[in-house]
């Protein structure tokens, strides 16, 4: 970031703010001005931009974002996500705050940025750029997740009004609904590792420490800048018990690293090739991603640059010390 002078004085540097006004659960106007106050006291000049549907911040960052010295975003994972596909296929492109409206803010919690409004504009102001992987689904980008399987619709399925009232609350009861009539694809994945086949009900492509506001299996070594995605993969399971333990591994508190048994595959990859002799629905960031037989997924390292505090790129940095080591996938007794 930088400040041009002029004589004695200071020229303002140019913001763009872009507000989902439909994201979250309480309403963004009850801090706007507080938000905008400390825009000013750093010496910005805002330009305010209202998304008023599915692409818009898309749209308005590709045609604008060479314009700014800095992009905000104000609203939830989906939001987000439209500014990542922008970003990551511009040029020297402008950094991006996040200021977090949504439900769940996984993105934004993996990068420990204040959940409060006027917090996170003061970290946007004072933080350090930090250089940001992404992932590519045929050429699409997404900040954290690129779903299929169980659950994975219900993000974009929940009505928004449900979001707003019942917080996470209304993924797990919109969950519940889709059980009964869920059946499993027959899929063939393969990394620069290994190649899985069978039939999967469940699959997350991942860069994130948090899914659905749940901490995920890879949060003790998952690096949003190592130049890996993480893969979870859960085969139908044939057996009663098998289904049993399988949601006491999906539900459990302690992180995996690389793990596979004969219905759950945990590994780490930089591309992933995925078939299947079915149309399969895929979620990117909580929307929907689009439906294939044949897809790519890979990460494009440093896609996006991020304002985040610089503490943050500290305890990132000490954290992954020694933890970046690909480990060979071992059987669970």
């Known amino acids: 970031m930088f400040t041009v002078l002029d004589g004695d004085k200071l020229l303002p540097k140019k913001l763009l703010l872009i507000i989902n006004p439909k994201s979250g659960v309480t309403s963004i106007k009850n801090t706007l001005i507080d938000i905008l106050e400390v825009f000013g006291i750093w010496n910005y000049s805002v330009s305010v931009h209202l998304t008023r549907f599915s692409g818009d911040a898309i749209g308005v960052i ?25 970003l990551s296929h511009l040029k020297d492109a402008p950094p991006l705050g996040i200021i977090p409206c949504g439900t769940t803010n996984d993105f934004a919690f993996s990068l420990s940025i204040p959940t409060d409004p006027i917090a996170a504009a003061n970290t946007i102001c004072a933080g350090t750029e930090f250089s940001c992987d992404c992932g590519s689904l045929n050429g699409r980008a997404f900040s954290y997740a690129a779903a299929f399987g169980l659950f994975t619709n219900v993000t974009y399925e929940t009505p928004q009004e449900s979001k707003n009232l019942l917080g996470r609350t209304a993924y797990f009861l919109e969950a519940i609904k889709s059980l009964p009539a869920y059946s499993p694809y027959t899929m063939k994945i393969e990394n620069e590792d290994g190649i899985y086949e069978g039939e999967y009900i469940l699959g997350m492509i991942t860069n994130t420490v948090s899914i659905g ?46 793990e596979i048994t ?30 294939f037989r044949d897809i790519t997924i ?18 990132s940095s000490e954290s992954s010390a020694g933890s970046r080591v690909i480990k060979k996938p071992k059987r669970l007794s």
């Not at 905000?72 to 987000?80: A, H, L, P, R, S």
């Not at 949060?219 to 098998?242: C, M, N, Q, R």
Request: charged content about 30%; some cysteine; overall charge negative.
């Open 62 to 86: 590709t045609e604008r974002a060479h314009e700014y010295d800095l992009i905000v975003c104000c609203g939830g994972d989906g939001t987000i996500n439209e500014a990542f596909s922008a």
């Open 213 to 258: 506001g749940l901490r995920s299996f890879f949060s003790s070594i998952a690096e949003l800048d190592d130049g890996y995605l993480e893969v979870t993969l859960v085969k139908a399971p044939k057996t009663f018990a098998d289904f049993q333990k399988a949601i006491a591994i999906l539900t459990k508190t302690t992180p995996l690293e690389t």
């Open 262 to 291: 004969d219905f759950l595959t945990v590994v780490r990859a930089k591309k992933l090739h995925i078939t299947s002799d079915d149309d399969i629905p895929w979620t990117l960031d909580g929307e929907e991603g689009g439906v």
């Open 298 to 315: 890979e990460v494009v390292p440093n896609a996006v640059k991020i304002m985040v505090d610089e503490e943050h790129i500290k305890l």
